[in-house]
């Protein structure tokens, strides 16, 4: 915890002292001229002059603490990346499912796409205003499909999600209910996209920029790539997550 004297305030009805816990912002270490590292773990009961403080009122990445579960948390920015989904088996489709607890009603739930050219080639599932949509864009055999599900997937619930892209059609399962959208896949195509890196949660910011759908904070657990149980922790690459860890957990 540390409070200092803010020079130059250009506004004089600003406080002239804050107060941090935790850390502090790049700015503010640069002009107190910190070298001292930001507090990792958990901090709770904040009391100011004898009086209990919210300690989310104004935060940055920041992560609620919570008891160790069986997923992760997925913060602002976060994402998880694994092999494609011919690393895994050599099925002539795609099939992937995970479940997930949104904590807001927008961002990607899980997709095939590189960072390179995403708006080219990708299939994407996630959330926008709490609808869910699927996505599927192909610009080497022009062709697009979108389809939205009309139920509010932000409800603090935990949900099962399903991909299964095959030659004949692709089914999209939300807990019990199954669409099944009529189209055909060449064996081309089903082949680049199970060439493509998995993602779960969410991508980087560069890609983030190019498709429109950014992080969908929450929580994430039992992830199946190609019909087999791939643990969280086995991800490539990961970006703002707390392994184990739910604070939407009750």
């Not at 959330?127 to 869910?132: A, Q, R």
Request: charged residues 25%.
């Amino acid at each position: 915890m540390l409070a200092q004297s803010m020079k130059d305030v250009p506004n004089p009805k600003v406080m002239r002292k804050r107060m941090y816990v935790g850390g502090v912002i790049s700015r503010h270490r640069k002009q107190f001229n910190l070298n001292m590292p930001a507090f990792v773990g958990c901090i709770r009961d904040f009391l100011v002059d004898d009086e209990p403080r919210d300690l989310l009122a104004s935060i940055r990445d920041v992560i609620p603490c919570s008891v160790p579960s069986k997923s992760i948390y997925l913060h602002d920015g976060g994402y998880l990346i694994f092999d494609p989904l011919k690393a895994y088996d050599n099925r002539d489709d795609v099939l992937m499912s995970v479940q997930f607890r949104a904590g807001i009603d927008e961002g990607l739930i899980m997709g095939l796409m590189t960072n390179k050219d995403p708006e080219s080639i990708r299939v994407a599932l996630y959330l926008k205003d709490g609808v869910t949509t699927f996505e599927l864009v192909n610009s080497v055999k022009p062709r697009d499909l979108k389809h939205e599900f009309g139920a509010n997937l932000c409800d603090g619930r935990w949900h099962n999600t399903s991909v299964h892209l095959s030659a004949h059609d692709i089914t999209l399962t939300i807990d019990e209910k199954k669409i099944r959208l009529p189209t055909k896949t060449s064996a081309e195509s089903i082949a680049l996209f199970r060439s493509l890196p998995v993602n779960i949660g969410g991508v980087a910011t560069s890609t983030a920029e190019k498709i429109g759908t950014s992080s969908l904070i929450g929580c994430f657990r039992q992830l199946r790539l190609s019909g087999k149980r791939v643990s969280l922790n086995k991800a490539k690459k990961t970006n703002k997550i707390a392994p184990s860890a739910c604070p939407y957990m009750n």
